[in-house]
């Protein structure tokens, strides 16, 4: 069973990338899903390098680790707290996830997000069709009708755009963060 080393003594023992690649669930579970598996293990060479890092006193460097892995998780995690998320969050959020200045701006001053209770991740749908890209090269139609959130039974084109827009934030930060 996969635990993540928690002392310098384990560590030493083995590091977290090492032991999530020596996991036969992981192992077995990979096959289904490679991208979330390729961010899994991301998130543990980033831990192994925050590890590092911090024990031999060098803060910043373990507070860029920590930054990538609260970034994969991110992309990982359906539950996003958007609750108390102002307009001004709103925009920058819908810049971040694609949409023009003009789009944003509309959409930060009527954001669904707003006063709902939980809003929905738009990242984790993104990841999941991306992934079923690489495996299968499913229409971004198909993906769209299975991923979309709309909650419409009929998606728009806009729909679709705004997944395709989310696909290339994931493939950046993809890069980015080397996974
Ligand atoms: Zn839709």
Not at 107 to 120: E, I, W, Y
Request: proline letters at 4%; a positive charge; hydrophobic letters at 35%.
């Amino acid at each position: 069973m996969f635990i993540i080393p928690r002392t310098l003594d384990e560590w030493n023992q083995g590091k977290a990338e090492q032991r999530l690649q020596d996991d036969p669930t992981f192992l077995a579970w990979r096959d289904r899903h490679p991208l979330q598996a390729r961010f899994w293990l991301a998130f543990c060479r980033h831990y192994d390098l925050g590890f590092e890092a911090f024990h031999q006193g060098d803060a910043e460097q373990a507070r860029v680790h920590k930054a990538a892995m609260k970034e994969l998780v991110s992309w990982l995690d359906d539950e996003v707290p958007r609750a108390t998320e102002t307009p001004e969050e709103a925009f920058t959020r819908l810049l971040e996830e694609g949409f023009s200045n003009k789009r944003a701006f509309k959409l930060a001053k009527t954001s669904p997000t707003r006063g709902k209770g939980r809003p929905v991740s738009v990242r984790w749908p993104a990841l999941q069709a991306h992934e079923q890209k690489l495996q299968d090269d499913r229409s971004w139609r198909e993906l769209t009708a299975e991923f979309c959130r709309c909650g419409q039974t009929k998606h728009a084109r806009e729909c679709q755009e705004k997944l395709r827009l989310q696909v290339v934030v994931l493939k950046k930060t993809i890069q980015q963060l080397g996974v």
